[in-house]
């Protein structure tokens, strides 16, 4: 970014969103807010009058353009993740640890068992969805990317080449940028992406921001496991694709068992990433992420070893 730039916050989608542009360019700051904002009235969860909200209480409706193409996006996800990433976790996250409210419990294990999620549960038609009883959409797990991406949108539209623009972990960056990895054991950061890429995506799921009580009741919800997320404390993509798409991708692997996640990495050689356990130990791929050693306890990991190798040390103090 030039020297010669702004940048603006807002509160929206339940974390900090920000834009960086030129200077020349404020005008359009407030276009990419008020479409975040549509976004997030579209997909909420918690807003009286979100789209998700009212489809959970009424159970089927016409839903509008940006909901509709949401779901569309959660089928896909589920399908390419093999289910690790399910929209239907709202039966859980929202329905049991109540996750976001002021209502946030530890359930039971009997009680999460008899969830009902899967996204054969969700049908749709002409702009009309409905679900099958006790299913319940929580669409957090990609709702952030999908937010950038429209933002993104107006600056492509625009015909602007240099800007950031962001929802807490999910940033574009359009041109040269540089990001901090937030550190999620402590206060500051373990490193940094660096980009003189035309356009990226970059995306961050951790553990480490949404639990009840303590971090053993996390809100990344494994759908098979039915249990919250141990592995991973978290998990950072960067590639040039859609941000909803790194979204989804990083609470699935987060959820994943250690193989099955790095199986996933492997088949998409275009997105770079840092992984960290909670044990400590960091596996990192890309020339454009720089990880700072000495900022956790653990060791890094080289992606050349064997899957069995990596797996094994992700989770050797597990």
């Known amino acids: 970014m030039s020297a010669d730039t702004i940048r603006r916050e807002r509160v929206l989608m339940g974390t900090y969103a920000f834009v960086i542009v030129d200077a020349n360019d404020s005008q359009i700051v407030n276009t990419i807010f008020a479409r975040m904002k549509q976004v997030e009235e579209s997909l909420s969860s918690f807003l009286k009058e979100g789209g998700v909200l009212k489809l959970n209480r ?12 949401a779901i569309n996006l959660c089928k896909k996800l589920y399908s390419e993740t093999n289910g ?4 239907t976790i709202g ?12 209502n946030e419990k530890i ?3 009997a009680s999460i068992a008899q969830s009902k999620v899967g996204m054969d549960g969700v049908h749709m038609h002409n702009r009309n969805v409905w679900l099958e009883d006790d299913i319940y959409l929580d669409l957090g797990g990609m709702g952030k990317g999908f937010g950038v991406d429209k933002a993104a949108d107006i600056l492509k539209r625009a015909g602007i080449t240099q800007a950031i623009v962001g929802l807490s972990g999910d940033i574009r960056c359009f041109g040269s940028c540089s990001i901090a990895i937030q550190n999620p054991f402590d ?10 890429m035309q356009e990226t995506g970059i995306s961050t799921s951790g553990i480490y921001r949404r639990f009840v009580k303590t971090k053993d009741y996390n809100h990344l919800i494994d759908p098979k ?8 404390a ?10 909803v798409l790194l979204d989804g991708w990083a609470t699935a692997i987060s959820v994943m068992p250690a193989s099955l996640a790095l199986k996933f990495l492997d088949a998409h050689p275009s997105v770079e990433y840092l992984l960290i356990g909670t044990n400590g130990v960091v596996l990192k791929k890309g020339r454009n992420i ?11 990991l080289h992606p050349s070893l064997s899957l069995k190798e990596k797996s094994k040390w992700l989770q050797k103090l597990l």
């Open 234 to 243: 978290s998990v950072t993509l960067v590639a040039p694709l859609p941000n």
């Open 290 to 300: 720089r990880y700072t050693a000495h900022s956790l306890s653990g060791f890094i």
């Open 225 to 232: 496991r039915r249990r919250s997320e141990r592995l991973f």
């Open 58 to 69: 009424k159970r089927k409706g016409k839903v509008d353009d940006d909901l509709f193409e």
């Open 107 to 109: 359930p039971s294990s």
């Open 91 to 102: 039966s859980i996250t929202k329905q049991q640890f109540g996750f976001g409210t002021e």
């Open 187 to 196: 206060e500051g950061a373990v490193g940094e992406i660096n980009i003189a």
């Open 84 to 87: 690790y990433f399910d929209c």
